[in-house]
């Protein structure tokens, strides 16, 4: 089967950092052909590093196509595949237009910024050949995949309560401070909507749906413009119950982690780690870690060759944006709400 031939749509961080890696690691799969920005300057940027990080392998080092004109692009015969990873404000009329072309799309979570854009989106979607991923790389990461696994075979019995708490500090200085947007109210829910549906998804793939959430938000950081701290009670259709908190404003020495605890053990749940206690025995698993970006890829690749499932559908996607939607209002009317797609 001939490498699926792949056009960049957007040239910042994450797409250079954390998606050029992985497709170059799937070259059996993909050939990245193209890559589309606002200005030549930075798509030229990216098919540079593109081609250095290729080396001499020949099916990875042949020209890149510069496009600064989207509808080119998309008219483009020789490409089979995009990948929007662009930044959540200008994303939806763009994801649009990839859509309406008819190829295949992955787009980097979340699917919208909110449910009326998620539903605008979702009624474009042509389906049938055309594969649409949203890119939500938590649902591919071993470590999570694990834990839902013993989750669902019983390793916990029912599940009765979880604790999920995120401290994750936007720092001045780090790489993504300086994408002003994600700190912006440009779009609904700022950081609380880009960062949370990573949460949701985890949260839903491991318990399941989510019927009631109530929330509170608060501004705790001069560099953001809006609120960047929601902490949230859940209630799940199984009948468990749990919290979640986040906060981008500062952060603690311990991380981040999911607890679960179930009529018949308990699960410590990090990104590349797994502690499973039952009968007063731990038993740790240690996973790959940070391999969601690349595993999703090959999904989309398999989907695209051979119509196989994944777990990145827009409705899955659009079920996560229900719930931080739901929690952000939540906190905003200081009511408990149902998430509702």
């Known amino acids: 089967m001939k490498p699926i031939r792949l056009a960049l749509i957007g040239a ?3 797409a250079r950092d954390a998606h050029v890696p992985s497709l170059l690691n799937l070259r059996d799969r993909f050939a990245i052909t193209a890559v589309y920005s606002r200005t030549a300057t930075s798509a030229q940027a990216l098919a540079s590093a593109v081609q250095a990080a290729s080396g001499d392998d020949a099916s990875v080092g042949q020209p890149i196509a510069i496009y600064t004109e989207l509808p080119m692009l998309l008219a483009d015969p020789a490409i089979d595949a995009v990948d929007v990873v662009l930044p959540i404000p200008v994303m939806a009329p763009i994801l649009a237009q990839a859509l309406a072309s008819g190829k295949s799309v992955s787009r980097e979570k979340p699917l919208a910024a909110d449910m009326a854009t998620c539903r605008q989106l979702l009624a474009a979607y042509r389906g049938g050949e055309q594969v649409w991923m949203v890119a939500e790389n938590w649902r591919y990461e071993t470590a999570f995949v694990r834990a839902a696994a013993l989750v669902r ?3 916990i019995g029912r599940p009765l309560t979880c604790q999920m708490a995120f401290y994750l ?3 001045e200085g780090s790489k993504y401070f300086g994408t002003t947007w994600r700190r912006s109210t440009d ?4 950081t609380l909507m880009d960062g949370g549906v990573h949460h949701a998804a985890l949260l839903r793939m491991i318990l399941g749906e989510i019927s009631a959430v ?6 705790t950081s001069a560099h953001f413009e809006g609120v960047d701290t929601l902490s949230a009670t859940l209630h799940f259709v199984n009948g468990a119950v749990g919290t979640y908190l986040v906060t981008y404003g500062w952060g603690a020495p311990w991380g981040g982690e999911l607890h679960i605890v179930g009529d ?16 007063g025995k731990t038993e740790t698993i240690t996973c790959a870690k940070f ?16 119509g ?5 559908t827009p409705e899955e996607g659009l079920r996560d944006v229900a719930v931080i939607e739901a929690m952000v209002r939540s906190a905003e009317s200081g009511q408990s709400l149902t998430p509702t797609v």
């Open 12 to 14: 910042g961080i994450f």
């Open 153 to 155: 075979d019983g390793a």
């Open 169 to 171: 500090p936007m720092a």
């Open 187 to 190: 779009f609904f829910g700022g």
């Open 214 to 219: 109530s929330a509170y938000t608060s501004h």
């Open 264 to 279: 018949q053990g308990a699960l410590r749940v990090q990104r590349g780690l797994i502690e499973l206690t039952r009968a």
């Open 291 to 306: 391999d969601g970006v690349e595993l999703e890829f090959a999904a989309f690749a398999d989907a695209i060759h051979y």
């Open 308 to 312: 196989q499932t994944h777990r990145n």
